[in-house]
């Protein structure tokens, strides 16, 4: 990867948005419409269950990750081929690995996450996850695996990866996703830019939806915001998605004599698989606006640690956290408002008073204590420097 051009890119795109929209009025109607979400959680998920039910899809509430899992399994059965789409609470559930465990053919449909699995790559980055390996190690890696003589010329790269997949979206009778938001009046709203998660939600004849709860907002114009604000802070920042799809229901057909039929020519069952574990609880803390993330990716474009690691900073991993610069670009970019900053800097004081804390936090806080400075009894040139 190139990170002079990625920066370069990302900062491009990022004027040519500021020059066509008012982000900041963007920001601060995503900031309410999630901030109400979160607010108002059980009652938003009683309605959205009611009336998802009601518009033909079958819900099942996973109180915990683990119960969601099991009911994924339940519902693939005795298939063994499935066509998957990006998905962050995909990812939390740890679904490739539980497909490996029991022999599912489970195919990344996205080209990013495609190229990723290729090289057995777990990326941090929700958009670009294949944002690390040039189109020559691509291209060599598919090359290997599959035993092609395919170019590094990223228009080959793709077709090839196009072909290759269609027949999988063709025979898969099982297709599974996540969603951008759900509505409380009933509906999925997914964004796209590759038409991979149109196909994995049509084709097979079932399709199975997990969503966290925190996905939910009150009406289906709120869940548009919410991926109009994915679109214009994304990676691929400027336009607009080149897909978006709102669900109401399974596939069907009222054609024949008024009769409605579910499966015309999209998929004939859709299962919703709402999952709390933690979130309910954490909603309830004064780390709730975590819960306002989009997943747009936003915040780790010009992350310094990110670019250099590629390694995300985690707010509530002991160590994770600590990698933090401190720079306030997240907080500065981040399209529903959240403070990563100031969250951050909250979990660092818990850490610490938690005993938590990286071991050096504590040799300086010993060494202001006892010397007025981080660095101890200074004798001579200082060797070691700690940060914030």
């Not at 948005?17 to 982000?23: C, E, I, N, R, T």
């Not at 039910?53 to 005795?78: M, S």
Request: proline share 3%.
């Amino acid at each position: 990867m190139n990170l002079d051009n990625v920066i370069k890119q990302t900062i491009e795109k990022r004027l040519a948005v500021a020059q066509k929209y008012d982000l900041e009025a963007l920001r601060e109607r995503l900031f309410k419409i999630k901030k109400t979400s979160i607010q108002n959680l059980t009652e938003l998920r009683q309605k959205a269950v009611a009336n998802l039910v009601r518009n033909g899809f079958t819900v099942f509430e996973a109180k915990d990750n683990e119960a969601a899992i099991q009911h994924v399994v339940q519902l693939v059965g005795q298939e063994k081929l499935i066509v998957k789409a990006k998905s962050n609470m995909l990812k939390e559930l740890e679904i490739n690995e539980l497909a490996t465990k029991k022999g599912w053919m489970m195919y990344e449909t996205d080209t990013g996450d495609f190229i990723a699995s290729l090289f057995h790559f777990h990326s941090d980055h929700p958009i670009s996850p294949a944002m690390s390996f040039s189109k020559k190690e691509i291209a060599q890696k598919i090359n290997e695996q599959y035993q092609t003589k395919l170019s590094d010329d990223p228009h080959e790269i793709v077709d090839w990866i196009r072909n290759f997949l269609r027949e999988k979206f063709f025979r898969a009778r099982i297709g599974i996703c996540g969603a951008n938001a759900i509505s409380a009046e009933g509906q999925i709203i997914l964004v796209e830019n590759e038409g991979n998660l149109s196909l994995v939600t049509r084709l097979p004849q079932k399709t199975i939806i997990v969503a966290g709860i925190e996905k939910i907002v009150p009406h289906v114009e709120d869940g548009l915001q919410v991926i109009n604000c994915a679109s214009l802070f994304s990676s691929t920042a400027g336009k607009w998605a080149g897909y978006v799809s709102v669900i109401g229901s399974p596939s069907k057909t009222a054609d024949i004599e008024r009769e409605v039929i579910f499966g015309a020519q999209g998929a004939r069952e859709v299962h919703v698989i709402l999952v709390d574990d933690w979130r309910s609880e954490f909603a309830k803390t004064e780390f709730a606006p975590m819960l306002y993330c989009i997943n747009c990716g936003a915040c780790l474009d010009l992350c310094p640690v990110f670019l250099t690691s590629m390694e995300a900073v985690k707010v509530l991993d002991e160590k994770k956290n600590a990698n933090c610069a401190t720079c306030k670009y997240c907080t500065q970019i981040c399209p529903a408002k959240i403070d990563w900053y100031k969250l951050t800097k909250m979990a660092r004081e818990k850490f610490q008073s938690e005993g938590k804390a990286p071991p050096k936090t504590y040799e300086m806080l010993k060494n202001i204590r006892e010397h007025g400075n981080p660095f101890g009894k200074v004798t001579g040139e200082i060797k070691e420097l700690y940060c914030c």
